[in-house]
């Protein structure tokens, strides 16, 4: 009944630019985080940026300064603003969102599909 959808994602060179974009959709109360997932091939997913309902934002250490993560939260929508792109950055990108659901009343992490993004030259 929770849809997360994303959007952008692809092939840049490194230095260049992209956006990742999510949408959540479906029956539930409110979101309470928000946020980007990666998992590079033969490597654990891991952590990219996370933002809560507040607008609080957490970075994992590579992507300081390069990624910027906001939220639109009457859209209920996440994006994540890459800059700087480096080939270490290649991976499949997940949004995540914390959420309560009107089905069940509980707090759950949901996820979405995936959407790669490579960068090389």
């Known amino acids: 009944q929770v849809q997360l959808v994303e959007s952008g994602g692809g092939l840049v060179q490194p230095g260049g630019s992209l956006r990742v974009s999510c949408v959540v959709s479906?029956?539930?109360?409110?979101?309470?985080?928000m946020g980007w997932y990666r998992q590079a091939p033969g490597k654990q997913r891991e952590l990219v940026a996370h933002?809560?309902?507040?607008?609080?934002?957490n970075y994992t250490e590579s992507v300081k300064g390069r990624f910027t993560i906001s939220r639109d939260s009457a859209k209920n929508t996440v994006d994540l603003q890459m800059n700087s792109l480096k080939p270490e950055d290649t991976a499949v990108y997940y949004c995540?969102?914390?959420?309560?659901?009107?089905?069940?009343?509980?707090?759950?992490?949901?996820w979405g599909q995936g959407t790669q993004v490579t960068v090389s030259s």
């Open positions: 995540h969102a914390r959420l309560r659901t009107i089905a069940t009343l509980r707090i759950d992490d949901y």
């Open positions: 479906g029956r539930f109360f409110s979101i309470y985080v």
């Open positions: 933002i809560s309902s507040g607008g609080s934002t």
